[in-house]
């Protein structure tokens, strides 16, 4: 399956997704059973999604040989709670959590999902998953994992009610950028690969966990309501926040403000098609928006604030 010009130019990077399940159902327990339900769940979307059991030929095509997903099981000797409210958080005991971190050639050999179920002693489940973002944006993510959500309720008999007609008209949608942003020729190779020069690099890193609570998002979507932004999204004041802080930051660094720039992914689909499209379409359909902060510039304030206010509405992870 040829890729859309969008997808040629993302490399084989993986993104991490970590979902916590407590207990809540003493009599429930994660055993045999349940586990290969989860699998025949897991086979059944991967069905729908098939493009994602395939493997990537070159950077231009993928190989729809339905080789399959790789999907682990870990028991984890500690109780979950005490691993998320740890403080400080031992951020590197969550890399454990997740499946696939190993880059390897070639490159024909690399799953595009993999799956990682961990069974905590409390009874509570961490299913984390590693997906090729070459083909794969957060709402192609979201998509397949509600789309696994909804056929694991089904399978383990939680809920006799059949999903809606409009959401089975919908995934019919598979790949449909293989014939809207398609084109006869492919992308020179020092286009296609400039994702993994640029991002894939080896070296050391820092990673941080900033955690926002309901009331702490109530509170600074309180101070970002101004007359032009009545009523600020999650996205509005959680960017606004962390864009005034970081820019604080740099400031004490260098002793003066320093030009700032703030991107977002926006999700394509239901601006630039028409009719929009599916959401439950594969692909890399997203755009960045991006905006800048000059210190000297006049009128800089109200302008950056005019383009973060339109991505209400957008897809923005």
Not at 219 to 245: C, D, M, Q, Y
Request: aromatic content about 10%.
């Amino acid at each position: 399956m040829k890729l859309s010009l969008f997808d040629q130019g993302d490399g084989l990077s993986h993104v991490p997704i970590i979902l916590y399940y407590t207990k809540r159902d003493a009599n429930f327990n994660i055993n045999e059973k349940v586990i290969n339900q989860l699998k025949d769940s897991l086979s059944k979307t991967l069905a729908l999604f098939y493009p994602l059991a395939g493997r990537v030929k070159d950077r231009f095509s993928i190989d729809c040989n339905d080789e399959g997903v790789l999907f682990s099981t870990t028991r984890v000797n500690c109780d979950m709670a005490n691993l998320i409210t740890t403080q400080p958080p031992d951020l590197q005991s969550f890399s454990a959590l997740v499946p696939y971190y190993v880059f390897v050639d070639p490159r024909d050999k690399v799953v595009q999902v993999a799956i990682q179920l961990n069974i905590f002693t409390c009874g509570g489940v961490v299913i984390s998953g590693c997906f090729m973002h070459k083909i794969m944006d957060g709402a192609t993510i979201g998509a397949f994992l509600k789309s696994w959500a909804s056929n694991s309720i089904a399978r383990l008999g939680l809920s006799s009610s059949p999903p809606p007609e409009e959401e089975k008209e919908e995934k019919k949608l598979v790949y449909p950028g293989i014939s809207m942003i398609t084109s006869k020729q492919t992308l020179p190779a020092d286009h296609s690969n400039w994702p993994e020069r640029m991002l894939l690099r080896e070296g050391d890193g820092i990673i941080q966990r900033f955690l926002f609570k309901s009331e702490a998002i109530f509170t600074l979507k309180a101070k970002a309501t101004s007359e032009r932004v009545p009523n600020p999204t999650r996205v509005e004041a959680i960017s606004g926040f962390i864009w005034k802080h970081a820019m604080a930051a740099s400031k004490a660094v260098w002793g003066m403000q320093q030009p700032s720039m703030l991107s977002h992914q926006m999700d394509l689909r239901r601006k630039i098609f028409e009719p929009s499209l599916s959401k439950y379409s594969i692909g890399n359909f997203t755009w960045k928006v991006v905006a800048h902060y000059y210190p000297f510039a006049e009128k800089v304030e109200e302008e950056e604030e005019e383009k973060i206010t339109s991505l209400d509405g957008f897809w923005v992870y």
